[in-house]
């Protein structure tokens, strides 16, 4: 029974130290970094790899520093108060040296807390510069100034920003019309324009004409056209079309 006794012992203490050894490591993939903190408290930030940590004390939190992406909606106004919806995409990441600091700020929820409100604000605060007329002419000159205001807001906070894009946009049903018709209008216009105008030049060279038309070259043409048969009957002592004198 004490040999009994003994071997169960040793078997719990042997269970017991293979729990301990293998809570002891912990291992980072490729592209995190692991945030250690020690009963509650952040102790350091470790790269990629296998570490030890103390068991039951340590608690370890994966971050991933690769590139991520944020698809946006939203609608927005314009310089004349006109809607407009948009979508934008920005890819970004974590800065692996403020690891640290994104964890104690942000915990894991920077995106939630920190990226996305403070790009729907840009987006809305720049674009409303901008007349509604002038956004597709200069929407990759709005789409860089959102990416750097947004960049130098975020980058201290550690975020980096990669890319951003504005990759659709639409305007609204009411505004869209008011073109259509300013559209028709213009064309409308441009037809009338042209037709005043050839109106213009006929009359110009029919008056040119008129003028240019002297006795003797009507006479000239009515030669020309002659055909050499004199007519049947005639109404006066002269041969029509020639006149001698």
């Not at 993939?29 to 940590?53: I, M, S």
Request: proline share 3%; aromatic share 8%.
């Amino acid at each position: 029974m004490e040999i009994k006794k003994g071997l169960v012992a040793w078997c719990i203490v042997g269970f017991i130290a293979l729990i301990l050894l293998f809570s002891s490591f912990f291992t980072i993939n490729t592209g995190e970094r692991g945030v250690v903190l020690r009963l509650g408290k952040l102790q350091t930030v470790v790269g990629e790899g296998l570490h030890l940590k103390m068991p039951f004390v340590d608690e370890v939190h994966k971050l991933s520093i690769r590139d991520r992406n944020l698809s946006l909606k939203t609608e927005v106004s314009s310089s004349d108060i006109q809607t407009i919806a948009v979508a934008v995409d920005l890819v970004y990441s974590l800065d692996p040296n403020k690891m640290d600091y994104v964890y104690q700020t942000y915990g894991t929820r920077i995106e939630e807390t920190l990226v996305h409100p403070t790009l729907a604000e840009k987006i809305n605060a720049i674009i409303a510069e901008y007349p509604i007329e002038l956004f597709v002419e200069k929407r990759s000159e709005i789409s860089n100034r959102i990416r750097t205001s947004f960049a130098s807001q975020v980058e201290h906070n550690g975020v980096l920003v990669k890319t951003l894009l504005i990759t659709n946009h639409d305007f609204s049903d009411e505004f869209n019309k008011a073109i259509e018709d300013k559209k028709i209008a213009e064309q409308g216009a441009l037809a009338a324009k042209f037709t005043l105008e050839r109106m213009k030049l006929e009359a110009e060279a029919q008056k040119i004409k008129q003028a240019s038309l002297s006795p003797m070259v009507l006479q000239e043409m009515a030669i020309n056209k002659w055909d050499g048969r004199l007519p049947t009957y005639f109404a006066n002592d002269n041969l029509p079309f020639i006149t001698i004198k």
